[in-house]
C-alpha cells in the first residue's frame, strides 16, 4: 500500500516541473522504485513523459507567425500594390494578411484582396473621392469604426498608396492615424506621381505626405519620376505604373519577410521596432547582382539607389534583407554587411535578415531601408517644402497671366517686323503680239507718214 501511494504521486509531480517537489532527486528516487519491475517502471515513465509533453505547445512549420502584419492598400495605387503582392506569395501563405480600402466599389469589386473596406458610402455613394483629399478624408473619418476593427491587435501595419488622386490622398493620413493609436508599429510606404500627370496633382501629392509624415512611425516616399532613370526611353505608359506598384511591393515585401520567413539570418519583430519606431522619414534602396561578384555588386547598386534623395550616411538605423538561391553562401552575406556597415558608419543600429529564394536563379537581390537621419527637417522636410513653394510660384504666376490683359496683337507685330518700303507699281503686262497684230501695226505707221502725222498716242 505504501509503495502504491509513492506511484501515484508521480503524475502531479512531474505534470508541475516547476514546484519544488520536482528536482531530478525526487523524480528519479520515485520512478526507479526498486519494488516494481525494470517493464513496469519504463511504461509509468512513458506516460509520464506523454503528459508532461502533452502540455508544451510546439509550433509546426505551418503555423501562424506570432507577429501580426497587415498591409492596407489604400486607393486605386496601393490596391494595385496589394494585387501585385497577392500574386507574388505562395499559395497558402497566411503570414500577412491583405486590406483593400476604397471609395470606388467597382475598384473594389475587382481586388484580389480577401479583405475589403468601402469608406463613405454616404460621402461618396461608392463613386469615388473625384481626385479631391478633402473627400477622401471625410470618407475615411465616416467609416473609422470599420477600420478601428480591421487594424485592432495587430503588431504592424503597412499603409501604402498612391499619392496624388482623391482617395490616397485623404484618407491614407486617416488610417495611419487610426492604426498608430491602436499601437501598432505604422509603416508608410507612397509614391508621387509622375510629372506629367500635371501640377494639381503633385501638389496635392506633397501636401498629403506631409500630413502622413505625422501621422506614422517610418515614412518611406518614392517619386516616380527618379523611376524613369532607370528606366528605359520607349517604356511605355502601363508599364511605367506596373513598375512603381513593384518598386512599392518590393519595400513591403522586404520588411515583411525578414520578420515572417525564416531565413539563414533570423530576425525578430522587436528588433524591427527597434529600427523603425518613431523613426519618421526613411530612405528605400533596392539593388540586384549576378556573376562572380553578385553580392557587392547588388549592394553597392542598393546603397547608390537613384531611389534615394540623399545618400544614407545619415542614417542612424538600417534595416536590410540578402536574398539569393541556395547557393548563396555566409561569405556573400558579409560582403553585403561590409559594403552598407562601411557607407552608414559604425554608430548605426543596422538590422538585416538573410532569405533563400530559389526563383533568383544566379541573381542576388539587396534591400535597404535607411532611418533615424540627424536632420530630415533639413533634408527631405526641406525637400517638400520647396516643392510646395515651386508648385504655389507656378500658381500664382499662372493667375497673374491669367489677370493680366494681353497687349493688342498689332503692336506686337509692329515691333517685331521692321519697316519696308513699299514695292514698286506693277507694269501693265504686254499683249501678246501675232502674225496679224504685226501686219496691222505697220500698215498703221505707213499711212500715218503718208498723211503727216506722229506716231500714236496710244502706242
Known sequence: MASKGRV?????????????????????????????????QAKRMRNALNRVFSQVAVPSETAKAPCSIKVVGVGGGGGNT???????????????????????????????????????????????????????????????????SALSKTDMVFVTAGMGGGTGSGATPVIAEVARRA?????GIVTKPFSFEGQIRMQQAVAAIEELRKQVDILIVVSNDRLLEVSPSDLPLQEAFILADNILRQGIVGISEIITKPGLINVDFADVRSVMQNAGLA?????????????????????????????????????????????????????????????????????????IDENMGDEMSVIVVATNF???????GQQYARQISANEKFTSAADAAMATPPPPVQA????????????????????????????????????????????????
Open 8 to 40: 501515484r504521486t508521480v503524475a502531479p509531480f512531474i505534470a508541475r516541473p516547476l514546484s519544488r517537489h520536482s528536482s531530478p532527486e525526487n523524480t528519479g528516487r520515485m520512478l526507479t522504485n526498486s519494488r516494481l519491475t525494470p517493464e513496469t
Open 82 to 148: 496589394v494585387n501585385r503582392m497577392i500574386e507574388s506569395i505562395d499559395e497558402g501563405d497566411a503570414s500577412v494578411e491583405f486590406w483593400a480600402v476604397n471609395t470606388d466599389v467597382q475598384a473594389l469589386c475587382k481586388s484580389k484582396a480577401p479583405n475589403r473596406i468601402q469608406i463613405g458610402p454616404g460621402t461618396t455613394r461608392g463613386l469615388g473621392a473625384g481626385a479631391k483629399p478633402a473627400i477622401g478624408r471625410s470618407a475615411a473619418v465616416e467609416s473609422v469604426k470599420a477600420i478601428e
Open 183 to 187: 499601437g501598432s508599429l505604422t509603416v
Open 283 to 355: 530612405l528605400m534602396g533596392i539593388g540586384r547582382g549576378s556573376g562572380k561578384n553578385r553580392a557587392q555588386d547588388a549592394a553597392l547598386a542598393a546603397v547608390t539607389s537613384p531611389l534615394l534623395d540623399f545618400p544614407i550616411q545619415q542614417a542612424k538605423g538600417v534595416v536590410y534583407t540578402v536574398t539569393g538561391n541556395k547557393d548563396m553562401s555566409l561569405t556573400e552575406v558579409a560582403q553585403v554587411s561590409n559594403v552598407i556597415q562601411k557607407m552608414v558608419g559604425q554608430d548605426a543600429n543596422v538590422i538585416f535578415g538573410a532569405l
Open 374 to 380: 540627424e536632420d530630415p527637417e533639413g533634408s527631405l
Open 412 to 459: 506686337d507685330i509692329e515691333t517685331a517686323i521692321p519697316e519696308t518700303p513699299p514695292p514698286p507699281p506693277r507694269r501693265k503686262p504686254k499683249k501678246p503680239t501675232t502674225l496679224g497684230g504685226k501686219v496691222k501695226r505697220i500698215a498703221g505707221g505707213l499711212l500715218r507718214r503718208a498723211l503727216g502725222r506722229g506716231p500714236s498716242q496710244n502706242q
